[in-house]
């Protein structure tokens, strides 16, 4: 069976990291390709090690519609694969139109929940208008796919009504990583009392309301340390954040660093406060090493964890509560230690990566036999 992935990037971001994990455990007898259209590698040398064939359209702008779409079809015709995977937005309109062209089967993946109602909120103007366009661009060209894979049942369900897709086309298969290059967290000294958490510096990633809370138990907690590692377009934001609430000394960026989830290990926990999510592959890290949690109650991440059972979660955008949830986990944290230890060995039994890599291969295959 020959697949081809098709992928915006090879930028280093969750749909792009989970592609890589996947891949690298199909059966031997599956071709791997691997067509990303826009300059950004920052994992290039990850897909290089899978031994799949890479081939980069190189394209400069921020679209190039007629470029991509006509160079896709080009590479269709010489690869001639079974079955055509892609995703994020601007690789799913390109291969919905080359496929099209060329009559390759194509599936479609859910990664995000692009028209939620907080996303939308953070559009104004021609940004509003650039919205709307979007999606209708997305809907006019979903019936295209023969079929989707979802990351998660709300993502699968929401861009469903949103797209008008019928439920029997999804299918769901979660996010994997490697249980077995994740050790056992164990206690750092508590001399200080570190949170940590992992995302690229939007908004959308909830540290308006995480460094706020953060003020605030810091009054009562004055060894609590924040250390948040990823880089984007809200840096300059967050930074007038931590100088507003004269935190400089608390909190740290620390840009992006490889294999970021590594530093989990010298926390004391991991804290997701997302407005909005695909299935996150970092929350599955962090339960995966065992380090007590603090999460939104987002859908997507309430798929992964539980409220006292694998972690602590706190109401979407709640300020005071999310402060309360920190000084539930130092007050209580012994108890919060074991909380952790439940979700590593959830993490291990639902989302490693090798059974992730068995159902993806099984789909696809059924995909590719059926007329």
Request: one cysteine or more; charged letters at 25%; glycine letters at 6%.
């Amino acid at each position: 069976m020959k697949i081809l992935f098709s992928i915006d990037s090879l930028q280093q971001g969750g749909a792009e990291q989970s592609i890589a994990h996947t891949i690298k455990y199909f059966s031997k007898d599956i071709q791997v390709s691997v067509l990303y259209f826009y300059p950004k590698s920052d994992l290039l040398t990850t897909y290089e090690e899978l031994n799949c064939h890479i081939i980069s359209m190189n394209l400069q702008g921020k679209y190039n519609w007629r470029k991509a779409i006509l160079g896709m079809v080009k590479v269709l015709k010489e690869e001639k694969p079974d079955i055509v995977v892609t995703s994020l937005y601007r690789s799913n309109i390109i291969s919905r139109i080359a496929c099209k062209i060329t009559g390759t089967k194509l599936i479609g993946t859910f990664v995000d929940d692009s028209y939620n109602i907080e996303r939308r909120r953070t559009f104004k103007g021609l940004g509003l208008l650039k919205y709307h366009y979007t999606w209708f661009l997305d809907r006019i060209t979903s019936f295209i796919p023969y079929a989707w894979i979802s990351n998660s049942k709300s993502i699968g369900e929401n861009n469903a009504q949103k797209l008008g897709l019928p439920h029997s086309k999804i299918k769901v298969i979660y996010r994997g990583r490697n249980s077995s290059v994740f050790h056992e967290w164990k206690m750092p000294d508590l001399t200080e009392f570190k949170f940590v958490t992992i995302g690229r510096l939007y908004e959308k990633k909830g540290y308006p309301e995480l460094i706020e809370a953060f003020s605030q138990l810091s009054k009562n907690h004055k060894n609590a340390t924040l250390v948040i590692y990823g880089e984007g377009t809200y840096r300059k934001e967050i930074e007038k954040q931590i100088a507003f609430y004269q935190l400089q000394d608390k909190i740290t960026l620390a840009g992006n660093v490889p294999n970021a989830w590594m530093k989990i290990y010298e926390s004391h926990c991991f804290v997701f406060p997302s407005r909005f999510e695909g299935f996150s592959g970092a929350l599955v890290e962090a339960m995966m090493t065992g380090v007590p949690i603090i999460s939104s109650d987002i859908p997507m991440n309430l798929e992964a964890v539980e409220h006292h059972q694998t972690a602590l979660v706190h109401q979407l955008k709640n300020v005071k509560g999310l402060s309360a949830k920190m000084e539930e986990m130092i007050i209580n944290y012994p108890s919060m230690v074991q909380m952790g230890s439940r979700a590593r060995k959830l993490a291990i039994e639902k989302f490693d990566i090798k059974n992730i890599a068995k159902q993806y291969e099984r789909l696809l295959r059924q995909f590719v036999d059926e007329k």
